[in-house]
T-cell receptor, first 115, second 114 residues
Framework: GAGVSQSPSNKVTEKGKDVELRCDPISGHTALYWYRQSLGQGLEFLIYFQGNSAPDKSGLPSDRFSAERTGGSVSTLTIQRTQQEDSAVYLC?????????????FGEGSWLTVV | DQQVKQNSPSLSVQEGRISILNCDYTNSMFDYFLWYKKYPAEGPTFLISISSIKDKNEDGRFTVFLNKSAKHLSLHIVPSQPGDSAVYFCAASVSSFGNEKLTFGTGTRLTIIP
């Protein structure tokens, strides 16, 4: 597609439920990133993929968070047993390849509210 | 440990004047810097970047200056327009494989006053 596409755009879920957030990167981009922004905070790195592998998972806040990418394209970020502090906008981004010095392009984000 | 810092959470500038947004970093390994602009309810959009081999990069109304010795960069917007009102994020990375992620600052909300 023309840009990074994320779904759902908004999600309200009850505490303790699992949620899945989906990202469809720009066609041809091999690198895919997940960031999140909590209210009043900057962008926090979660994980990135080069192809289907995730060399850097260092930003995942806890073992309730996981992500996968299949076919070198679509990625899913899963949050299990959601907590209120998980409320944030989850941003997906992609770039041609995973290398520093490369511009990454963001989607519009999935706004998650845990009540 | 905040490796990229934007110490001004907000800035108001009169339309037509120059807007200067500042960013400081602590990691001397960073060698590639970017500015992103974010409107409410939208994802950040790439604005301009600079490699550490340069000290200035210009694109239309936007110029980024890099002072490596001071570990400081700034974004100049001139002349400022109402559509420039947004949150601006500074980001940095290390240009080598194995260091792919961008480290972002906390953002500066720029308001252009008509």
């Amino acid at each position: 597609g023309a840009g990074v596409s994320q779904s759902p755009s908004n999600k309200v879920t009850e505490k303790g439920k699992d949620v899945e957030l989906r990202c469809d990167p720009i066609s041809g981009h091999t690198a895919l990133y997940w960031y999140r922004q909590s209210l009043g905070q900057g962008l926090e790195f979660l994980i990135y993929f080069q192809g289907n592998s995730a060399p850097d998972k260092s930003g995942l806040p806890s073992d309730r968070f996981s992500a996968e990418r299949t076919g070198g394209s679509v990625s899913t970020l899963t949050i299990q047993r959601t907590q209120q502090e998980d409320s944030a906008v989850y941003l997906c981004a992609s770039s041609l390849w995973a290398a520093g010095g490369n511009t990454i392009y963001f989607g519009e984000g999935s706004w998650l509210t845990v009540v | 440990d905040q490796q990229v810092k934007q110490n001004s959470p907000s800035l108001s500038v009169q339309e037509g004047r120059i807007s200067i947004l500042n960013c400081d970093y602590t990691n001397s390994m960073f060698d590639y810097f970017l500015w992103y602009k974010k409107y409410p309810a939208e994802g950040p959009t790439f604005l301009i970047s600079i490699s550490s081999i340069k000290d200035k990069n210009e694109d239309g109304r936007f110029t980024v200056f890099l002072n490596k010795s001071a570990k400081h960069l700034s974004l100049h917007i001139v002349p400022s327009q109402p559509g420039d009102s947004a949150v601006y994020f500074c980001a940095a990375s290390v240009s080598s494989f194995g260091n792919e992620k961008l480290t972002f600052g906390t953002g500066t909300r720029l308001t252009i006053i008509p």
